[in-house]
């Protein structure tokens, strides 16, 4: 069975059809990536699984659980960690409370310790700047630290919403050298990425959206040798 | 010196007041970002509230006043009470408007104050005629530098001071205040640590009511007297306290508080009518040079 099954989900905001129809499923372990230009719907179908926009029909189930009508906080629970797109850390809180957010759910004070021990491991810089306040990181220390909020969750499912955004190409590397990183400890991760190069580089399978729709999906390796996605995403 | 020190007892008392309910207005607004303009009228809820209690208990007075065990249980289900029917006002009138432009819910909350001050009045056992407040413990005045405080002054500015503190504590050491502060950053960001953002939005509420009815307690022991619109002009007071000393902020709030209300006895010492529009002439200046309030920054967005 799938880890992640989802089905003909539509999403709408008002009057605008922001998802339509789209259907994919990942399985465990996996790194699946979706990809498309701006405003194809690919954040949307990510807050729809965490429960932060509600779909207006279609299903997502989550390893045999119906998430379409779950709650996000409870979402959170099953194990979805999500970095949403702009990073999103607490502005005033400072590093260390930013990533105790994120083990909000865990009762056991070991658990934390161990988790925040392992996040300080993977980001030594999140260790250095400690008792800053979030909102005076520099980007891709923001970045660093909401993967690390989000690795806080304990989840078997990690969704990255443009890890690349606006980042320095040399800190970009680095990110994404840590999701692989990431995954080959067990975590299954759902990217999206504009940056469809890096993209299809990281995951093993990936989905193309346009306008709200699935155009194309197969291994990575096929899509990066696709005369249609060279020339549309990969500027070749 | 004596007159003085009166005077800024009298301050202290009504800065109590106004600060327990500049508190509401700020946590609200921090955390929903609207300003409850049904807020003031929690503490009419709370006082009048007290009074009905108060008259249930009427059995264990004792010369005309209750024993201190009693009061403290008046006072206690006052606060859970009012606590609660602003939970219910929230989840019934702001919640389903949450998403919706704010200007809707500012008016929402216009309408709500309106209702909440004219079903009372409705109501036969109610009604639109002050009543006065019954004293809940017996005075006794002390004399300090010549000027003369009452035991009901000091417990009063204590209560205030134990309630402020204990919200405090609430809000920076506990793990629910830790909650409140990232649903007031980002909502989005909370709910996706697993933060019932709902809920903490209750809880915000459900302190604000409970400190308007304390604020109110504070209010009738000083002025003994409750009618269905006492909230409307204090809240309006109160609201001008958050602002002063810069909305969203806690400290702010109490800060706002005690400067309007010391202000507020000096100024009616030297000019009866003065005393009400100092607050305002206050809240101009501070606003003229500190446009975010005392304790406000203005917040320069980071792209």
């Known amino acids: 069975m799938a880890m992640l099954e989802i089905s003909d989900l539509h999403v709408s905001y008002g009057a605008i059809n922001a998802v339509r129809g789209v259907s994919f499923q990942m399985d465990k372990g996996e790194i699946v990536a979706l990809i498309g230009s701006n405003g194809a719907g690919k954040s949307t179908i990510l807050r729809t699984i965490s429960g932060l926009e509600h779909a207006r029909s279609g299903s997502i189930k989550f390893q045999g659980t119906e998430l379409t009508k779950m709650k996000a906080h409870k979402i959170v629970e099953l194990g979805i960690a999500h970095v949403p797109e702009g990073r999103r850390v607490f502005p005033k809180l400072t590093v260390t409370e930013n990533l105790h957010m994120g083990a909000n759910l865990i009762k056991d004070k070991q658990v934390i310790k161990d988790s925040l021990e392992r996040v300080f491991t993977i980001f030594p810089r999140l260790k250095e700047r400690e008792k800053q306040a979030a909102g005076t990181l520099s980007g891709g220390e923001q970045q660093m630290l909401a993967l690390g909020r989000a690795l806080m969750t304990n989840g078997s499912l990690l969704m990255l919403d443009e890890p690349s955004m606006g980042l320095a190409p040399i800190i970009v590397e680095d990110i994404f050298r840590i999701i692989r990183q990431i995954n080959e400890s067990g975590t299954s991760i759902l990217l999206i990425e504009q940056n469809a190069f890096l993209a299809l580089n990281t995951a093993s399978h990936a989905y193309v959206l346009e306008t709200g729709r699935i155009s194309m999906e197969g291994p990575s390796k096929e899509l990066l040798a696709d005369d249609r996605v060279k020339a549309a995403y990969l500027g070749a | ?303």
């Not at chain 2, 709370?46 to 065990?69: H, N, S, V, W």
Request: aromatic residues 10%; glycine residues 12%.
């Open chain 2, 1 to 303: 010196m004596a007159t003085i020190l009166q005077y800024l007892v009298y301050g202290l008392q009504l800065g109590s007041v106004y600060a327990l309910l500049a508190l509401g207005y700020t946590m609200v607004y921090g955390i929903v970002g609207m300003i409850n303009f049904a807020h003031g009228d929690f503490l009419m809820i709370g006082a009048m509230g007290t009074y009905f209690i108060a008259k249930l208990f009427e059995g264990q007075r004792i010369d005309g006043t209750y024993p201190m065990l009693i009061v403290g249980v008046i006072i206690l289900i006052a606060m859970l009470g009012t606590g609660g029917i602003a939970v219910g006002t929230e989840a019934i009138a702001y919640r389903p408007l949450r998403n919706k432009p704010r200007m809707i819910a500012l008016i929402t909350a216009v309408g709500v104050s309106m209702f909440l001050e004219n079903f009372p009045r409705a109501l036969p056992f109610i009604g639109p005629n002050p009543r006065s407040f019954p004293t809940l413990f017996t005075p006794t005045s002390f004399l300090v530098l010549g000027a003369s405080i009452t035991s009901t002054q000091i417990i009063m500015i204590l209560l205030a001071a134990i309630t402020m503190a204990a919200l405090y504590f609430v809000v920076n050491r506990t793990k629910i205040g830790g909650q409140m502060r990232a649903v007031s950053m980002d909502k989005d960001a909370a709910s996706l640590m697993g933060i019932n953002v709902n809920r903490v939005i209750s809880i915000t509420f459900f302190i604000g009511g409970a400190l308007a009815a304390v604020s109110g307690i504070c209010y009738a022991s000083a002025y003994p007297q409750v009618d269905v619109y006492m909230g409307s002009w204090l809240g309006n007071m109160s609201f001008v306290a958050a602002v002063l000393g810069g909305i969203g902020d806690i400290r702010g709030a109490m800060l706002g508080g005690f400067i309007l209300g010391i202000a507020q006895i000096f100024a009616t010492a030297i000019n009866s009518t003065f005393g009400y529009a100092v607050g305002f002439i206050i809240l101009i200046i501070i606003l003229l040079v500190k446009p975010a309030g005392i304790m406000g920054k203005l917040v320069v967005e980071k792209v």
